[in-house]
């Protein structure tokens, strides 16, 4: 049944009674419903529907609307509209405060009856008026949030209204969304209405051809119908509001560009004026005041940051509602949540009054109502109401008088409701949407939901509009899903046909699917006999075909050289879209992601191409291959590291060459499943569980040892005393059995556990067994005994694994809670609970050293943990099913992990590690430096203390005390006999580098010195003090040369290799270069907004890098000053830079102790090191280009190999590494103008099966 419109009792007072009197002017008039009513007039069916709702008596154009659109007499409701007017003033005030008028929108836009209230716009309203009277095609971008649809709706269709000098008025006014199929819902509004003037068409968030039309065709014929506006035969204009982050989708429509490049405005920020005026003034129609100083803390917070205003019209919105009196105070605002947080608390406050059982269903109802981004910003979704209430919004029907008949009294309406009144959700008569996308923004549950199930939620979208496509076409069987969108489907939404959040159209779509892929697969034998007639004559026809064409090309080579050069600019075209296809996909599917840096660059080397190779090839995966017909359930080590083990479904247990990926050996054909493997210690020996049987093998004959007596269930997990002695089994049954690996024998059976025993795990000595099971337990046992020691409790869910770390202390377990516990196992008590998995945890393994702890699960993901602090290290991506086994190998950074995706993958868990760990320093290293030779590296450290390194041994050759301060800089003599030092007081001293003893001091001050730098040549001498003021010493005469007046606080400083020249960063964010000679500046450099704390300058003297605190590296041109590259890898400060000695190789240390190394040519990072637990505050090349050292708050020096791959290196590591080149189905998807060559071809034949 239906929601109908709230009953109003005309008695109750002038506005009830004006709202009773238009309503039965509706009835009369066949009762039309509200969106064909907002078809014909200039309002939204929203507020044609508030207009007769008795809240309030609407304006005089929005009741003439509704008259006109119910064909009553306008003159007459003009009349009674002004008689409402005068008996709502008699009647004085309503009681109730919560339904007075507001001043502030909050967050949903102004409409086009709400001009009296739409302040601060007045000169952007102008400038659009003055565009669109001038052009018959306009267009309006601006960020969410920054006020196009009040622009439009508030500011520009109320002046289109009035009559403009030498301009007739407008025919018509017609405004629209999109919608999923712009075409067919507005193919009428495109017929100009009768009349003098235009008809104009004022489409408001146009960026829904792209977020809800994926029918491709139509959006192309719906924006062609606007574009053709251009013609005024037609006598429409037309107005676009967009979104301004689809900027760039809007240019690849030929004529839709060239109308943004003649009539484009972009809504910019407010003035402080403006912002002042769009505060106070609706506040002062109301006979409110705000207080001075909330007016300025909100202009304060706002200025200039995009997509506030919906923010700020919501935080003032509540303000107003914990005003004192007449006026809103600036404890009202803080009272509210602020800008930044009244959004949150108001949805927050809203769902967690909700009561339990309707809290889901407010989160199916908002999740419905997004589209999730797929490079670009999450947008808000329309929707159906009777869809949000479980319908497919198709099976309610019209009551005749306009009322939504569907799911009144619903939970889920009743929830709607409660998001309606808390203006988080705008109802129109049988639609629903987020108010404004900063719902999305600023609600951080909301955006947590979003990120947790944001493939399932983009799986639902497909699955919607493929349902709906369904049942428009008849429900013909060429719509329903097939292959790998019924899968998918299939597995996001399991038992579909009674899946919550799923309508009844879209259970039934699934249900025809699945029918229809049955039906195809009982099919597909009876068509592949015929196929095989064909198979030879086609051969034989495509052979002629290829050799016609290889003839024809080469009798028209010649006379088609044009043509190359056309089709060479089309493969650095295509190499930088696969390139940039590869970056989109690199976190989210990695195996494609690298493939298709290979196929760009083999498409053509461009620099786009060069930084994806770049960026697969330093992924950790080292190779990948298939290991079973189906999933694979289990897989092992051996304790060499030369061998793996699997098993699957399929009941066979396979060896596999670790390094190569190749088949060893099949150990068995077991006709049921195999659950699970293991080596023996001495790695000998093989055990493998199959339904109720457990059989040892021998690994190098491929024979069985030994079968041991049979459970009465089906084994799921094995493991090997660390004497190899013992082997303990665990049943579905609930029992673990402790069985003699030399006899068979089973020498006892642990008995505890209710239903299925899912791991077993030895501690360190093997005395003491960890279990977990479905009963939501993990139970340790003593093995020599067979008495239970303890149960340890917390999982809210079935525990899948346990895993002891090697030293016994720690136990690790996972669960179905989609948590991991780090257990204390001698007191029995929980260290740690860590989250990160979306999904259930099935999985766990520590490495050999205990320093990490891997998992895997359902979400597809291994994680790495750092086990002391319980911290993710990394994620490891790349499996397409869940995680179903991890595995370490002896070296502790070798991973093995397998997965229901039919693969086993081999990771290195340390790609980047340093090549020597220098430590000895006692503090943290600030400075390191490289003799000339590159024998000798310095380090310095901020206790004063300076020590050199043997650059090869890594070894101390000598330790420099001067524990007067920091040491900021040092040089080597040519003859590398001598070492010059400075600290922050201004001491230079120089250093015997054989003896390590002082052999002179000079320039010695009090005065502290903030950086310092000495020139390549040792003479002259570079310190910052005061902050602004640097001068440079002669360091033989001791004295101050030079005094250079910089005009803000300086942080860094260096020379060039020629000497020549001086570079300072400031904490302005800029740069400038001196010449040395003189003082005098020779440039500025302006760049990064924040300040800059590291700077060097190239080999050549060309280009400089400044590090900045916001995480960037720019690269100026030393020639022009202009910018040449901006590099970044959203991290932290950047503490440190340093060119290589040829300049190709950019190094920058973190604080987020990761140095990255660029490409200085490209601009694309090249590689990150990880090792320093600390901020990285010192980088230094080799002479040589092919060491890297660095020093950082963890008093640690790493030297590093920087012989980073050639492309073709990358290239065959990524080939290696995958295993098989591009599908048939990714081919199509990514390569549907392109030969199958060119990518990883020596592994096509894996590909294609």
């Known amino acids: 049944m239906g929601r109908r419109e709230k009953p109003i009792d005309p008695a109750a007072g002038p506005v009830e009674r004006f709202a009773h009197e238009l309503r039965a002017l509706r009835r009369g008039a066949g009762a039309p419903t509200y969106r064909a009513m907002a078809a014909d007039s200039a309002y939204s069916a929203t507020t044609l529907a508030y207009a007769v709702a008795g809240e309030k008596l609407p304006s005089l154009p929005v009741a003439l609307a509704y008259v006109k659109a119910c064909g009553g007499d306008p003159g007459w409701w003009e009349r009674r509209w002004r008689e409402a007017r005068v008996e709502e003033a008699a009647h004085g005030p309503r009681d109730d405060a919560q339904d007075a008028d507001p001043p502030y929108r909050g967050l949903a836009r102004f409409d086009t009856g709400d001009q009296e209230r739409f302040f601060g716009r007045d000169r952007l309203t102008a400038e659009l008026v003055s565009l669109a009277r001038e052009h018959r095609v306009t267009t309006v971008f601006g960020p969410s949030g920054s006020g196009k649809s009040s622009l439009l709706r508030a500011g520009l269709i109320p002046c289109l209204r009035q009559p403009a000098s030498g301009a007739p008025r407008p025919a018509a006014i017609r405004v629209l969304t999109p919608g999923p199929r712009p075409v067919r819902t507005h193919e009428r509004l495109f017929a100009p209405a009768p009349g003098d003037g235009d008809t104009w068409l004022v489409v408001d968030q146009f960026e829904e051809v792209f977020t809800l039309c994926h029918d491709a065709g139509e959006r192309q014929e719906f924006i062609d119908r606007l574009v053709s506006a251009r013609t005024p035969v037609l006598r429409l204009r037309v107005v676009l509001g967009v979104r301004a982050d689809f900027y760039g989708r809007c240019l690849q429509h030929r004529g839709l560009a060239d109308a943004i490049r003649e009539a484009n405005l972009p809504v910019v920020p407010m003035s402080p004026a403006e912002l002042r005026e769009a505060i106070v003034r609706p506040a002062a129609a109301h006979g409110l005041i705000v207080e001075r100083a909330l007016t300025a803390r909100l202009i304060e917070e706002t200025l200039d940051e995009p997509g506030c205003l919906p923010l700020t019209s919501h935080a003032l919105l509540e303000t107003w509602r914990r005003r004192q009196g007449r006026t809103l105070t600036m404890a009202a605002y803080e009272a509210s949540g602020r800008v930044t947080g009244a959004l949150a608390r108001t949805a927050e406050d809203l769902y967690t009054q909700l009561p339990e059982d309707q809290r889901e269903s407010a989160r199916r109802i908002l999740l419905r109502l997004i589209t999730p981004g797929d ?53 129109d008569h049988d639609t629903a949407e987020l108010t404004h996308e900063a719902v999305i923004t600023g609600w951080p549950r909301l955006r947590a939901w979003i990120d947790e199930d944001r493939e399932r939620l983009r799986c639902h979208r497909r699955l919607t509009e493929a349902a709906e496509a369904w049942r428009e076409l008849g429900r013909d069987a060429g719509a329903l899903y097939r292959g790998t969108r019924l899968a998918t489907a299939d597995e996001h939404f399991p038992k579909a046909r009674t899946h919550p959040e799923l309508t009844p159209l879209e259970r039934d779509f699934l249900a025809a699917s699945t029918a229809a892929r049955d039906q195809e697969q009982r099919a597909a034998a009876r068509v592949t006999r015929r196929l095989r007639r064909f198979t030879a004559a086609l051969s034989a026809l495509l052979a002629l075909v290829l050799a016609a064409t290889l003839i024809a090309w080469q009798q028209s080579r010649d006379s088609d050289r044009e043509r190359d050069r056309a089709r060479a600019a089309q493969r650095v075209a295509q190499s930088r879209q696969l390139a940039a296809q590869s970056a989109a996909l690199l976190d989210s599917d990695p195996d494609l992601a690298a493939l298709l840096a290979v196929r760009a660059h083999r498409t053509a080397p461009t620099p786009e191409a060069a930084g994806s190779l770049y960026a697969a090839a330093e992924l950790p995966l080292r190779r990948r291959f298939t290991a079973a017909e189906g999933p694979v359930l289990s897989v092992a080590v051996s304790p060499s590291g030369r061998t793996l083990a699997t098993s699957g479904y399929d009941g066979v247990v396979r060896l596999w060459d670790a390094t190569t990926g190749r088949l060893r050996a099949d150990l068995s054909s077991e006709t049921g499943d195999v659950h699970s493997v293991a080596f023996s210690p001495d790695g000998r020996t093989l055990a493998a569980s199959g339904d109720t049987r457990v059989r040892l093998w021998n690994v190098t004959t491929g ?57 077993v795990a030895f501690g360190r000595g093997g005395r003491t067994l960890a279990t977990s099971g479905a009963d939501r ?24 694994a346990v895993a002891f770390s090697p030293d016994g202390r720690t136990l690790a377990s996972t669960g179905y809670d989609r948590t991991v516990r780090l257990w204390d196992a001698a007191r029995r008590r929980t260290r740690a609970v860590l989250r990160g998995h979306t999904g259930e945890v099935s999985t766990v393994a520590f490495s050999p050293d205990g320093r990490t702890l891997a998992t895997g699960g359902a979400d597809r993901t291994v994680r790495l943990w750092n086990p002391a602090d319980g911290r993710t290290r990394t994620v490891l991506t790349g499996h397409t099913a869940p995680v179903s086994g991890v595995a370490f190998g002896p070296d502790g950074h070798t991973l093995a992990t397998s997965g229901y995706d039919r693969t086993v993958r081999r990771w290195d868990t340390a790609p980047q590690t340093p090549r020597t760990t220098l430590t000895g320093q006692g503090a943290p290293v600030s400075l390191a430096a490289y003799s000339p030779d590159g024998r000798i590296l310095v380090t310095g450290g901020t206790d004063g203390s300076v ?52 052999r002179s001091t000079s320039v010695d001050s009090a005065e502290a010195v903030v950086a310092a730098a000495i020139s390549p040549d040792g003479r002259t001498l570079a310190v910052v003090t005061g902050q602004r003021t640097v001068r440079l010493w002669g360091v033989a005469a001791g004295r101050a040369r030079t005094e250079l007046d910089h005009p803000g606080a300086v942080l860094a400083l260096t020379f060039s290799r020629d000497g020549r020249t001086l570079a300072t960063g400031s904490a302005d964010g800029s740069v400038r270069l001196w010449d040395v000679g003189s003082g005098t500046p020779r440039a500025t450099l302006t760049g990064p907004a924040d300040a800059v704390g590291a700077v060097a300058v190239s080999p050549d003297g060309r280009t400089v890098a400044a590090g900045s605190d916001d ?130 071809q020596q592994l096509s034949a894996v590909a294609s099966r």
Not at 387 to 404: A, P, Q
Request: proline content about 4%.
């Open 375 to 427: 490079g670009v910003p999450d947008t808000r979704r329309p929707v159906r109401r009777a869809e949000l209430d479980g319908g497919d919004g198709r099976d309610g029907r019209d009551s005749g008088d306009g009322t939504d008949t569907v799911g009144a009294a619903t939970p889920a309406a009743r929830v709607l409701d409660r998001l309606a009144r808390a203006r988080l959700v705008t109802l």
């Open 703 to 759: 024979t069985v040892r030994r079968a041991f007596p049979r459970h009465t269930d089906a084994v799921f997990t094995l493991a090997f005393s660390p004497d190899g002695r013992t082997l303990a089994s665990g049943s579905d049954d609930g029992t673990v059995r402790l069985s003699d690996t030399a006899t068979g024998r089973t020498r006892a059976t642990l008995t505890g556990h209710e239903g299925e025993v899912s791991k």
């Open 777 to 800: 337990t993990v139970r340790l046992w003593d093995t020599a005994t067979g008495e239970p020691r303890g149960t340890l409790r917390g999982h809210r869910g079935e525990v899948s």
């Open 947 to 998: 020590r050199l390194w043997n650059a090869a041994t890594g070894r101390t050759r000598a330790t420099l005390t001067d524990r007067t301060g920091p040491v900021l800089a040092v040089s080597f003599s040519r003859d590398e006999h001598t070492l010059t030092t400075v600290n922050d007081t201004q001491r230079v001293r120089r250093w015997d580098v054989a003896t390590g003893r002082p």
């Open 1111 to 1240: 995480g960037t590296v720019r690269l100026w041109d030393t020639a022009t000053g202009r910018t040449r590259a901006t590099l970044t890898d959203r991290t932290g400060q950047v503490l440190a830079v340093a060119f290589s000695p040829e300049g190709r190789t950019l190094a920058g240390g973190g604080a987020d102790g990761t140095v990255r190394l660029w490409d200085t040519a490209t601009g694309h990072l090249r590689a990150r090191l990880s090792g320093h637990t600390e901020s990285v505050r010192a980088v230094a090349f080799s002479p040589d280009g092919r060491t890297l050292a660095t020093g950082g708050e963890d008093a640690r020096a790493r030297l590093w190999r920087t012989d980073l791959p050639t492309p073709a290196g990358a290239v065959r590591r990524i080939c290696h590494a995958v295993g098989r080149d591009l599908t048939r189905q990714e081919r199509a998807s990514y390569l549907p103008d392109q030969r199958r060559g060119r990518g990883c």
